[in-house]
């Protein structure tokens, strides 16, 4: 083993820097899978436990000289995500899906208020983009619905459990237990060992990716959606609460893809028009084998750069694939965007994630 470094074992297998100074814990072998002909690289760690590492900006302010220097962040930097197996405990995970649980048992959403969640951007407009209940969601707890659920009427045609899709976008500040976990001790530790001073969550979603029927996500950057000035200021938090496979719709990435900024924005659109939102720009069509899977274990995190293209593919499983993510943007010298659909409000502004 290395002086600066905990690699995995497995030969021909890329893993993240870690320093010696940092104690973690290897769960497992790094690992090797061909998907088609093309080799995929996985990553497997659990969290930070103890020590110290000096810290570093994260995002797009840092130098190619302090990335040289510091091993532990070459490979995020390299691949724009990052995995952390077991961030959080078993017993963490389940208190947050009981609370889902209660807060769908008192879910009352008006069938006009009723939303069918897609990320599709001739759906998304019509659904998302044409709704006041979406564009308003920022500093609230609101519901977001699977594809084919409701009949015309907006009445639901399966159990209402079932149908949910994501629930957003204010759980970190309005609900208990995701503003513990959100704020916890060891969320701020990374942040402030990430080198992130003025750290803000912007917002916040419980995904549910339900059996048989969990919609498709395609191909994104996250900065599409939360942009920033300068770019590279947006991190995403993403908690598997289940284990999260390849046949259950766990999320997919193309390494390196944070380093080419962003074509594609979605903006609020001009009094009088149609929908409430619009894109500006388009995607570039991506090789579907340029993507890699990154399988993870429940409790695992996934960091996610504001501009790393991931996607996540249809559950055909009988499972679901439970996750809570939340995103945060560096305030210190950056501007958000006023023409972003996600603004602060009066009520919410942007919480600071140190407390």
Known sequence: MGQNSLRGSSAGCATAWLPSACFYHMLGQGSREEVGSQPCRAWWYCGLLVGSWEPLPLMAFVSQHQIQKSPHLFQFHEDGFLVLEHFFTAEECDSMRNQIQRIIEEMEVPPHCRTEFSTKE????????????????????????????????????????????????????????????????????????????????????????????????????????????????????????????????????????????????????????????????????????????LPISKGGLILIHGEVVHKSELNSSESSRHAFTFHVMEAKDTSWSKENWLQPTPELPFPSLYT
């Open 122 to 293: 001739k759906e998304q407009l019509q659904a998302q983009g044409s709704s006041d209940y979406f564009l308003t969601s920022g500093d609230k707890i609101r519901f977001f619905f699977e594809k084919g659920v409701l009949d015309e009427r907006g009445n639901f045609l399966i159990p209402k459990e079932k149908s949910v899709s994501k629930i957003g976008h204010a759980l970190h500040a309005y609900d208990p237990v995701f503003k513990q976990v959100t704020h916890s001790s060891k969320v701020q530790e990374l942040g402030r060992k990430l080198g992130l001073e003025r750290p803000v969550v912007v917002q916040s979603m419980y995904i549910f990716k339900q059996p048989g029927i969990g919609g498709e996500v395609t191909p994104h950057q996250d900065a599409t959606f939360l942009y920033t000035e300068p770019l590279g200021r947006i991190l995403g938090f993403w908690i598997a609460l289940e284990d999260a496979t390849q046949e259950n719709g766990c999320l997919w990435f193309i390494p390196g893809s944070h380093t080419r900024g962003i074509t594609r924005r979605m903006v609020r659109a001009a009094s009088g028009s149609s929908t409430c939102v619009e894109f500006v720009g388009s995607d570039p069509a991506y090789d579907d084998n340029q993507f890699i899977p």
